[in-house]
């Protein structure tokens, strides 16, 4: 406890006011108690202490010039934070709570996930506190090529390969993806998760969800449970959420939320996959809009949401999905799921659960699949994307769903595994943390202190 009490003492000295990050490492430093106790090699490689500080961070100034003819400035960041797998990997995030704390959480716990899919990626991060809402498709082209004015320096197909996340999709990756070609000439594999037309996967944009419904389906079975049947939370009404409603119903379940900024959508029957995908990938508008479509479905307003959590996990349902953003999921949330009777959650977004509602999980015993599990599906197709760059192959979308499968099955797995030997079977926070963990750090340690 000290150990730990230490680490985030000295964090909060060196690197103040990154909560999300501290809270980030707090949650990591206590699950790999078990482990640092009993493996002398990692204290006297001084492996924690190097790995809480990224490689390389790197922050610049995003100028460009808005429609209107105004200059705008955004601050832009690139954390590369541990290449001991492989080149740094991980998306890119546009959205105005982006800091250095955030990408920083986001950076470290890459680092985990990636080392979990068993593939030979490092970790990163990045982006921008630049809000994509209401921005014409020419402000996000020079938004983009002037992000990647800078950036193009820092990146490449076998050093840092970054994606999307937030607010980063197939457009922004092909203005980006062009403007790094205009700069350096090469057409190389560099982004992840681009367009068919030139070089992406099938299935990477539906991966993340995906994965994140497989990864339920692995971990009811080891209970003698399924899908069929069973009604599911969803939050979010991005790519993660859409994905994982569009898995859900192809299992068998009936998702009966989802979620944005502005207000949870409730509908009974089940949520309009074809509507949430008009509104949301087409018209790119608020979910509000989905009324207009089915007037038997619900809407309750954010400003109407209970003041210690969110509308969405209030309603009672078999399974729970946040695939939102980080800490959507408080305590209260946490209790009203299980006092509900949820038996699993299965996390598409990256921290989602607040340290407190992960406590609420573990302690009621369900079934609980910490993001950085659940939803490596999206990195790892961004791993099987490198691949077919790399061989100038195209593969089938079965095939490369069939590989998800598989890396899904065996992160759940590997976490299940980790957490029977270290003595706490259910728990895969723990399971997952450490067998990220041991990767990472044995592989530091043959590669010597840099
Ligand atoms: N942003 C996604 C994540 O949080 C995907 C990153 C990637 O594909 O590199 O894992």
Not at 170 to 196: C, H, P, W
Not at 267 to 285: P, S, Y
Not at 351 to 380: R, W
Request: proline share 4%; glycine share 10%.
């Amino acid at each position: 406890m000290t150990y730990i009490h230490n680490t985030i003492a000295r964090l909060k000295k060196t690197s103040p006011a990154q909560a999300e990050f501290y809270q980030a490492v707090e949650e990591i430093l206590d699950s790999l108690q078990p482990i640092l106790e009993t493996n002398e090699k990692y204290k006297a490689h001084a492996i924690i202490e190097r790995m809480v500080e990224p490689e390389r961070q790197i922050m610049f100034r995003v100028p460009w010039v808005d429609d209107q003819g105004n200059v705008q400035v955004n601050k832009g960041y690139r954390i590369e934070f541990n290449s001991a797998l492989g080149p740094y990997k991980g998306g890119l995030r546009f959205h105005p709570s982006v800091n250095a704390s955030i990408i920083k959480f986001l950076g470290f716990e890459q680092v985990f996930k990636n080392a979990l899919t068993g593939l030979p990626i490092g970790g990163g991060k990045g982006g921008a506190n630049f809000d994509p809402k209401g921005k014409s498709d020419a402000e996000i082209m020079r938004f983009c090529q002037s992000f990647i004015n800078e950036l193009y320096r820092h990146i490449g197909p076998t050093s840092d390969v970054p994606a999307g996340d937030i607010g980063v999709g197939a457009r922004e990756i092909g203005y980006m993806f062009g403007q790094y070609k205009r700069l350096t000439g090469n057409y190389d594999g560099v982004f992840t998760g681009k367009s068919l037309l030139w070089g992406g996967s099938l299935v990477r944009k539906e991966a993340t969800g995906y994965g994140c419904v497989y990864f339920a389906q692995y971990m009811l079975e080891d209970h003698n449970q399924s899908l069929a049947g069973k009604t599911c939370l969803v939050s979010g009404a991005g790519n993660v959420a859409i994905y994982t409603i569009e898995k859900l119903y192809e299992l068998g379940a009936r998702p009966i939320t989802c979620s944005d900024s502005s207000g949870t959508l409730y509908h009974e029957t089940g949520i309009n996959l074809a509507t949430l995908k008009e509104l949301k990938e087409v018209r790119k508008v608020r979910l509000a809009e989905y009324l207009q479509y089915h007037s038997d479905a619900r809407y309750i307003p954010a400003s109407d949401y209970p003041a210690d959590g969110h509308a969405v996990w209030r309603f009672p349902a078999d399974l729970a999905f946040p695939c939102a953003t980080q800490n959507e999921l408080t305590a209260q949330d946490a209790q009203a799921l299980v006092a509900n009777g949820v038996i699993a959650i299965s996390e598409g977004a990256n921290m989602p659960s607040t340290q407190d509602a992960v406590e609420v999980f573990l302690d009621a015993n369900i079934c609980y699949g910490p993001g950085k599990a659940a939803n490596a599906g999206g990195v790892a197709t961004s791993q099987l994307e490198m691949a077919q760059n790399a061989s100038m192959q195209t593969w089938s979308f079965a095939k490369v769903d069939e590989k998800l499968k598989v890396i899904m099955k065996n992160i759940y797995r590997n976490a299940r595994d980790t957490a029977v030997e270290f003595g706490e079977p259910n728990n895969l926070v723990l399971g997952a943390n450490i067998a990220g963990f041991r990767k990472v750090a044995d592989a530091m340690i043959e590669q010597g202190v840099v």
